[in-house]
Nanobody, 120 residues
Framework: HVQLRESGGGLVQAGGSLRLSCATS????????MGWYRQAPGKQRELVAA???????NYATSVKGRFTISRDNAKNTLYLQMSSLKPEDTAVYYC??????????????WGQGTQVTVSS
């Protein structure tokens, strides 16, 4: 059973920075894609940034140039460096990963989310 746990959220003023982390646990054999999503009140969950199966990165247009996704493959840990934050970045940020366990069973897991609040 693969579990994800986000950390690093909080309250920050507009223009500030935060770094989110997503730690994994469980018998992960391989990860296909891994990324960050967010959901603001009254809105649908949306992709923020992700690594594709080929190792390239995708970013939402609204965060390009401000957010950077990175990962530590040895630790199966994902990061999101957020800079120049705006009030519209306020949301619950979720980590997602999918792949296979050592039993070669597929998994698609979500973390519980971490709140990011940007004040104006």
């Amino acid at each position: 059973h693969v579990q994800l746990r986000e950390s690093g959220g909080g309250l920050v003023q507009a223009g500030g920075s935060l770094r989110l982390s997503c730690a994994t646990s469980g018998s992960i054999f391989s990860i296909n894609t891994m990324g960050w999503y967010r959901q603001a009140p009254g809105k649908q969950r949306e992709l923020v940034a992700a690594f594709t199966s080929g190792g390239s990165t995708n970013y939402a247009t609204s965060v390009k140039g401000r957010f950077t996704i990175s990962r530590d493959n040895a630790k199966n840990t994902l990061y999101l460096q957020m800079s120049s934050l705006k009030p519209e970045d306020t949301a619950v940020y979720y980590c997602n990963a999918n792949g296979r366990t050592y039993g070669l069973n597929p998994f698609d897991s979500w973390g519980q989310g971490t709140q990011v609040t940007v004040s104006s």
